[in-house]
């Protein structure tokens, strides 16, 4: 299901250098908001795409999600940069009913409902840069859902069993996706920092983008990936310099590049 032309460039909600200590998540339990019209639309959605996997013998499960409620920033004493995400609980079943709906804009991109009340499940993704000098992306194969062939970063979703009692760490959710993506254990992560936090444009889903530092070259990433658990979600890994004139030259010459992969590499550029 890839889209048939280039996206729209992502739309940023904050932007920034955010180490882990600097970034507080809280779970707000409140339920999402939504109508009697916006649940009878889920409820119908969720009918055909049940009714779809079951044609093509596949399984469709309505499990826990955690969802984007909020983001604000603030700068303490020393004019220090802190910030504060809010998530709340969700499901499966929301998310791919609204945000998964290819026929269902949010009413600021020219449709019925808000996007605050769309299922609005937390991603989180990564941009890996190499101790020999480059930005590593995946090029995405044909075996997962959204952009199959395109490049994009690597990652999935802060999942509800991210969540403790004492805190929700977005930080080790990405680690954990850059196991399983790449063979990368969360020690081998020199520097963890969360860039931004963006709409993605297509699905209108809220992301986190990190940029993740290793002590490891293009070859040796490529190695880990080679015998990593998911390695089947990429076909190829790609290497971009990290200069902005290099990555321009080195974009242009790239097909199918989603708008997610594009700001990792914005944010991660050297002037």
Known sequence: MAPESEPREVEALIEGRFARAAVTTRFEPAPRESSAELDAWIERRWQELLA???REGRELYDGALLRFVAATERRDGSGARHLELVVGPGRY??????????TLPPADRGGRFAWRTFGNALGACAIVATADGALVLGR????????????????GMVEAGDR???AIDPFAAVAR?????????PTELRELTLRAIVREPRLHQPELLFHAEVALSVA???????????RREHAALV?????RAAIAAQLA?????CPIARACLAYAARD
């Open 52 to 54: 779809q996997a079951q």
């Open 93 to 102: 079943r929301d998310f791919a009913a609204t945000n998964l709906d290819p």
């Open 140 to 155: 995405r194969s044909d075996r997962v859902f959204s952009y199959p062939g395109w490049l994009h970063a690597f990652g």
């Open 164 to 166: 403790s009692d004492a």
């Open 177 to 185: 996706e850059l196991h399983e993506e790449l063979g990368l254990a």
């Open 220 to 230: 040796e990433l490529e190695a880990r990936w080679r015998r990593a658990e998911s």
């Open 239 to 243: 290497a971009f310099p990290r200069t």
């Open 253 to 257: 010459t790239q097909e199918r590049v």
